[in-house]
């Protein structure tokens, strides 16, 4: 089955009925692939609100969309890598190649960070949301401990 | 030539089928038109069930066909394999007349065959039974990795990508070159 083989409208069909953190994963597929989700997906896109980053129980960073489409939708977490954990893909995010890990345990891809990559992981996640999504989409950290730790990424968010 | 009675029992292939939601109305006979694919295997279906495809429901409305010019002239999906096309007239059968239900579970589950019936179903036109399909497509990469929806959906890496546009930048370099060399043989 050749996605790319069907006329625009049946992929953009097709890509309607992902949730946002399908379309997340998608784009790191290729980058004719990034130009078809953003192509097909401008009215959706344009209805996001916010993209949020959220600490969650102090260990993880959750990443959620705000939309008028679909209200809240968890997007991604980012979180400390457990070194006991064998079930890591690599992507390359940003020009990053960073660990992630889809599991039943969260109905949302997870990307892991040693302690020393922390905020270059976020920063490259960070882009790659930007260069999907756009840049007219407010970017916020949602809280203040977050803001602290992503010292520098504060800043490159606050750019948006 | 050979034919299969569609939407119709097979004991009374030309005799009208009465729906029950028209079991008050006035008895109109049922109009019926032939469709067939690349294996020329004729479908006979009613014009209620056809009026899913708005290809064909704008050609039968176009061509203003009696029942023998219609036998005579079955239309002709040729780009369609006969099987896709057998799946295509029993959806639009058993949804004659009948609102379309959210989920369709009867959808072909191997991925090629899949693949062609959303290619048939956006030719023909056929709205809803192309949601369908386009749901199943989309549910077949639900919870998967970026490496296995390339598997799925097989889509070519950059690295292929950047291969194939160069191959067709050269190929079309090569095609303007020939025609070029074509026209000055000509002025000559």
Sequence with gaps: ?160 | MSSTEQGTSSAAPAEPTTAPESAAAPEVPESFYYVHGKDKVVHKVSAGALQHSALIHGMISNLGYTEEQAKANPFPFENIDGDILQMVVDWCNQHKGKPTPPEDTNLPKQKEKLFDLVLAVNYLEIKELLTYCCKQVAMMVKGKSPEEIREIWMIPTDAEDEAAEKEAKKRAGKEAAGETAAAAGDAK
């Design chain 1, 1 to 160: 089955m050749k996605l790319f083989k069907y006329p625009h409208l049946v992929q953009k069909e097709i890509l309607d009925n992902l949730e946002y953190l399908e379309l997340f994963m998608l784009s790191f597929v290729s980058k004719n692939m990034i130009k078809l989700i953003k192509s097909s997906q401008v009215q959706r896109f344009n209805s996001i609100h916010s993209l949020n980053y959220d600490c969650c129980l102090n260990v993880r960073t959750l990443v959620y969309i705000s939309s008028k489409h679909s209200g809240l939708e968890k997007l991604s977490a980012i979180t400390e890598r457990e070194e006991t954990n064998k079930d890591y893909f690599q992507l390359n995010v940003s020009g990053k190649m960073l660990d992630f890990q889809l599991s039943d345990e969260y109905e949302y891809p997870v990307a892991a960070y040693h302690l020393c990559d922390k905020e270059i992981v976020i920063k490259s996640i960070h882009e790659h949301f930007i260069n999907l999504f756009g840049d007219s989409v407010e970017y916020r950290l949602g809280d203040k401990r977050l803001r602290d730790s992503y010292s520098a990424t504060a800043k490159l968010i606050s750019m948006y």
